[in-house]
C-alpha cells in the first residue's frame, strides 16, 4: 500500500527557511518521481518541484532559487528545504506521486509564515 507522510510544517517568520519531509511507503524513492505541491489559502493548488527516479530535480519558476527538494534513499523520504519564506508561501504543502495513472497524496502539512 502506497503512502505518503508529510511533517515538518509549523509557524514561521519571513525571511527564516524551514524543512518539510515526506515520508513514502509502498514504492521505492528510485521507481517513482515524488513532487511538493501547496494549497494556498486563496489560490488553487500550485506544483512546487519534483524529483525524477534518477535524483534529478526541477522546480516551478516560482520557488527556483529558494526551494530545494531533495531526498534520503535509506529513509525512503522526500525533503523540500524553503528558504527566505514569505507570508504568500502561507499553505497546506503536500507531496504526491502517480503509479500507473493512479494518484497518491499525503495529508498535507500546514506552512504559517508570519511575524
Known amino acids: 500500500q502506497v503512502q505518503l507522510v508529510e511533517s515538518g510544517g509549523g509557524l514561521v517568520q519571513p525571511g527564516r527557511s524551514l524543512t518539510l519531509s515526506c515520508a513514502v511507503s509502498g514504492v521505492y524513492l528510485t521507481e517513482q518521481r515524488v513532487s511538493w505541491y501547496r494549497r494556498p489559502p486563496t489560490r488553487q493548488r500550485e506544483f512546487l518541484a519534483t524529483?525524477?527516479?534518477?535524483?534529478?530535480?526541477s522546480y516551478a519558476d516560482r520557488v527556483a532559487g529558494r526551494f530545494t527538494i531533495s531526498r534520503d534513499l535509506d529513509k525512503n523520504t522526500v525533503y523540500l528545504r524553503m528558504d527566505d519564506l514569505e507570508n504568500d508561501d502561507s499553505a497546506v504543502y503536500v507531496c504526491h506521486l502517480n503509479i500507473k495513472g493512479t494518484d497518491y497524496w499525503g495529508q498535507g502539512t500546514q506552512v504559517t509564515v508570519s511575524s
Open positions: 524529483i525524477f527516479r534518477s535524483g534529478t530535480p
